[in-house]
């Protein structure tokens, strides 16, 4: 049963808001001739570690500011449920940032002084997220947090790692990757608006209200394929690689259009389709990328 309750604090159907982009980075990496399988293992182990530390840190801060409640809509937070103490889902926090920073070393030996500045740049954001004394999350910049460290920094450190220099292929496709993470993070947000007003955690959610919340996600997940087609159009990538990505837009077309018709609750099962988009859109380019060499 205990092992129930971890699952649920680690929350497994968000973990491809970290594996989408490491295996997009290392994908780009290797058909531009760079690739070290022990390299790209290591840097996916490294995001999933803090992708799971994220969590754990907004289980509990979210518990220890008094943003969960009992009326939280959201799937069950172990800490606020009395599921798991507060000392064991922090210390499990705590846990899961030094195995990151550990995996994280050997990239740093490899990467040199880059890869350490962003080992602490992304350190710092998973404690930042949720925490410390001007917590992210509470004050619009969860969906930016995403952007930056789900997209940009994950593709654009895996291909760096890898490659030693990065490229304006890179930074688009991360930035593209970013923007569905994002609008992962939008969900979330959206489904707490009222909970969260009540608290005071101003998202930008609560922000922007709930239409302009809705007009917002439809740009995050319509977004991405445009800046494929460009690509395209302006030589940067093979057809092969947009007419694959684009396979994702018709899911991407449905959620947004569910999006638009429900609130609160009913939008907890958007939250995973949005991150299964994710995956599918990495995959998809990913898997693009080599067989585009091949035509």
């Not at 939280?72 to 937070?77: E, K, L, M, S």
């Not at 880059?114 to 004394?133: D, E, K, R």
Request: proline share 5%.
């Amino acid at each position: 049963m205990n092992l129930t309750y971890w699952l649920m604090a680690i929350r497994p159907r968000t973990l491809p808001a970290a594996i989408g982009p490491l295996l997009l980075g290392n994908m780009l990496a290797y058909v531009h001739g760079h690739f070290d399988t022990l390299i790209g293992i290591s840097s996916m182990l490294c995001a999933v570690l803090l992708q799971v530390a994220v969590n754990l840190a907004n289980d509990y801060f979210d518990f220890k500011s008094g943003v969960d409640t009992h009326e939280r809509v959201g799937p069950t937070r172990v800490t606020q449920s009395g599921l798991l103490s507060p000392i064991a889902v922090r210390n499990a926090m705590i846990g899961t940032l030094v195995a990151a920073v550990a995996v994280g070393a050997y990239l740093i030996y490899v990467g040199g002084w880059p890869v350490a500045a962003m080992a602490v740049f992304a350190v710092l954001g998973a404690l930042c997220y949720s925490g410390g004394p001007y917590p992210l999350a509470s004050h619009g910049l969860g969906e930016v947090a995403a952007f930056i460290y789900f997209g940009l920094l994950a593709v654009v450190g895996a291909y760096f790692i890898q490659v030693g220099q990065t490229n304006l292929d890179a930074w688009l496709l991360a930035a593209t990757v970013g923007c569905f993470n994002a609008a992962i993070m939008l969900v979330n947000n959206t489904r707490d608006i009222r909970t969260d007003r009540e608290a005071n955690k101003r998202t930008l959610a609560v922000r922007i209200g709930l239409e302009n919340a809705r007009g917002l996600y439809r740009v995050l997940v319509v977004a991405p394929f445009l800046v494929l087609v460009l690509m395209w159009l302006l030589g940067d990538l093979p057809g092969l690689v947009p007419l694959l990505g684009c396979c994702a837009f018709p899911m991407a077309r449905l959620l947004a259009a569910r999006f638009a018709q429900v609130e609160g609750a009913e939008l907890n099962p958007l939250l995973g389709r949005t991150a299964q988009l994710t995956m599918l859109y990495s995959l998809l380019v990913s898997l693009a990328l080599p067989l585009a060499q091949l035509t």
